[in-house]
């Protein structure tokens, strides 16, 4: 019983983390890459497993370094020090992997792969992590969770972006409005999802 109680919980945490409190349209973190990279399907679902990776190891590895360094030493008020270099060590290492495997989307995702690095919801997980005091467990699972929902966004939005080339909008529209707006729009449907839990 005490087991499904878990299961439930954590269902719970992942769909409040990835549709409730979506990391870009309710917390408006990390709105660079969700406007910069959305553009393309394909180039959008790229970035998005790239900070499912990042995030959900960053998750991992700063719950760890947490329970087992920073508190025993207790030297918790270096948490965002921490936290940012294994963040930045991550990216380094994604980077590197997609230049050597995928280098088109290397390519494609360009300036913003390292973005990552500097990224707030990649930080505001592990921080966020750390005030609910979550265990690693269920860190983890918070941050994959908010890294879905971060691609569910960027994907949905991507897909909109390639639609909207082929209509006739106003010239004042054009361009990064019609993004802002559409993002907007996007932002008032998952508040629909508040009433999921």
Do not use: H, W
């Not at 917390?27 to 969700?34: A, D, M, R, V, Y």
């Amino acid at each position: 019983m005490n087991n499904i109680t878990s299961i439930r919980d954590l269902l719970i945490l992942m769909v409040g983390s990835s549709l409730v409190s979506n990391v870009v349209l309710s917390q408006f973190l990390g709105l660079c890459p969700f406007l910069g990279v959305s553009k393309k399907i394909k180039t959008a679902a790229g970035m998005g497993a790239a900070v499912i990776f990042v995030i959900t190891l960053a998750s991992a590895v700063a719950g760890v370094i947490y329970k087992f360094i920073l508190i025993p030493l207790n030297i918790t008020f270096l948490q965002t020090i921490v936290f940012i270099l294994v963040i930045a060590a991550l990216v380094q290492f994604v980077e590197m992997f997609l230049k050597k495997a995928i280098p088109s989307l290397y390519e494609a995702l360009g300036v913003y792969l390292p973005l990552i690095t500097t990224n707030c919801a990649v930080l505001g997980v592990a921080l966020t992590n750390v005030q609910k005091n979550y265990g690693i467990g269920t860190g983890v699972v918070n941050g994959f969770a908010t890294a879905l929902g971060f691609t569910i966004a960027i994907v949905i939005l991507a897909g909109i972006r390639e639609k909207m080339e082929y209509n006739d909008i106003p010239q004042s529209f054009k361009g990064m409005p019609s993004v802002l707006l559409t993002a907007g729009l996007m932002a008032i449907a998952f508040c629909g999802f508040s009433g999921l839990l």
